[in-house]
């Protein structure tokens, strides 16, 4: 069983940074890779970033590109999302995901085996 646990979020003016972390117990296995998702209140959940557990590229959602940057501790069992340049419309919800064989549809909330409880981000002056 994996279990996936989200911290680091807050309130933030727009033009702020936040850092947020995703501590992921249980074993995944070298074909898994690790997203971050957001949902703001009344929408969809929406694909942010990905990265593999093992080698290979990362990939971001163009609305975030240049601004976000998704990392990952294996020996930790650690993922990050650094956020900077934070604008209102980053506010929602954030999730950590893991998707135990890399699918090809990585922008899809369908592909992810896992998931956390969720972390608040709220960008207002």
């Known amino acids: 069983q994996v279990q996936l646990e989200e911290s680091g979020g807050g309130l933030v003016q727009p033009g702020g940074s936040l850092r947020l972390s995703c501590v992921i117990s249980?074993?995944?296995?070298?074909?898994?890779?690790m997203a971050w998702f957001r949902q703001a209140p009344g929408k969809e959940r929406e694909f942010v970033a990905q990265i593999p557990r093992l080698g290979g590229p990362t990939r971001y959602a163009d609305s975030v590109k240049g601004r976000f940057t998704i990392s990952r501790d294996n020996a930790k069992n650690m993922v990050y999302l650094q956020m900077n340049s934070l604008k209102p419309e980053d506010t929602a919800l954030y999730y950590c995901?893991?998707?135990?064989?890399?699918?090809?549809?990585?922008?899809?909330?369908?592909?992810?085996?896992?998931w956390g409880q969720g972390t608040q981000v709220t960008v207002s002056a």
């Open positions: 249980g074993r995944t296995g070298s074909s898994a890779a």
């Open positions: 995901a893991v998707d135990l064989v890399r699918s090809v549809n990585y922008w899809s909330q369908y592909e992810y085996n896992y």
